[in-house]
T-cell receptor, first 115, second 112 residues
Framework: DTGVSQNPRHKITKRGQNVTFRCDPI?????LYWYRQTLGQGPEFLTY????????KSRLLSDRFSAERPKGSFSTLEIQRTEQGDSAMYLC?????????????FGPGTRLTVL | KQEVTQIPAALSVPEGENLVLNCSFT??????LQWFRQDPGKGLTSLLL?????REQTSGRLNASLDKSSGRSTLYIAASQPGDSATYLC???????????FGTGTSLTVIP
């Protein structure tokens, strides 16, 4: 069990550019979440996948954001036309959901800075 | 919408002291409550998960309790150590949905 991994760990980009982040969950986990965290705040839910299906999206996920999880394995989060307000830590988590039990395990995050 | 509050926002204690962190939530129809630790600039580390049918969970020097009727959870840390210094976050999910709602965390400093 290598845990949840995320790449890149840091990304600096100019306003208006597109960026893509990758998350590799724990291999047997069936659920994958994306969160955004700004300084001094708790993580805010963006979206989640049950296997390859994207089942819920937050209102925070504007039309500039898109997430995919092809074949129910790794996931990507793309932000188009980045804005300075997108600067944050983007966290990925995975879990193996069983009746009554849903424990999330987080990756190290990708810190995005938009100049 | 579920609101999660953590008090205090910051706490500083001398090494060896026992301490309690508090988490409150507005919707009692929770599915799970999970406590995490976060070191500066890092991801979250899972500490304890309490299922809705449970009252408490223990791991080493940590004990978490859950009272759904009052909308509260506590994380008890025994014999605190400087290595316990971090931000502690609680998160809940609901039977009616699948997203987790996080509090803003308690920043703990244990002074040697």
């Amino acid at each position: 069990d290598t845990g949840v991994s995320q790449n890149p760990r840091h990304k600096i980009t100019k306003r208006g550019q597109n960026v893509t982040f990758r998350c590799d969950p724990i291999s047997e986990h069936n659920r994958l979440y994306w969160y955004r965290q700004t300084l001094g705040q708790g993580p805010e839910f963006l979206t989640y996948f049950q296997n390859e299906a994207q089942l819920e999206k937050s209102r925070l996920l504007s039309d500039r954001f898109s997430a995919e999880r092809p074949k129910g394995s790794f996931s990507t989060l793309e932000i188009q036309r980045t804005e300075q307000g997108d600067s944050a830590m983007y966290l990925c988590a995975s879990s193996l959901v069983t009746p009554g039990h849903n424990e999330q395990f987080f990756g190290p995050g990708t810190r995005l800075t938009v100049l | 919408k579920q609101e999660v509050t953590q008090i205090p926002a910051a706490l500083s204690v001398p090494e060896g002291e026992n301490l309690v962190l508090n988490c409150s939530f507005t919707d009692s129809a929770i599915y799970n409550l999970q406590w995490f630790r976060q070191d500066p600039g890092k991801g979250l580390t899972s500490l304890l998960l309490i299922q809705s049918s449970q009252r408490e969970q223990t791991s080493g020097r940590l004990n978490a309790s859950l009272d759904k009727s009052s909308g509260r959870s506590t994380l008890y840390i025994a014999a605190s150590q400087p290595g316990d210094s971090a931000t502690y976050l609680c998160a809940v999910d609901l039977w009616t949905g699948n997203q987790f709602y996080f509090g803003t965390g308690t920043s703990l400093t244990v002074i040697p």
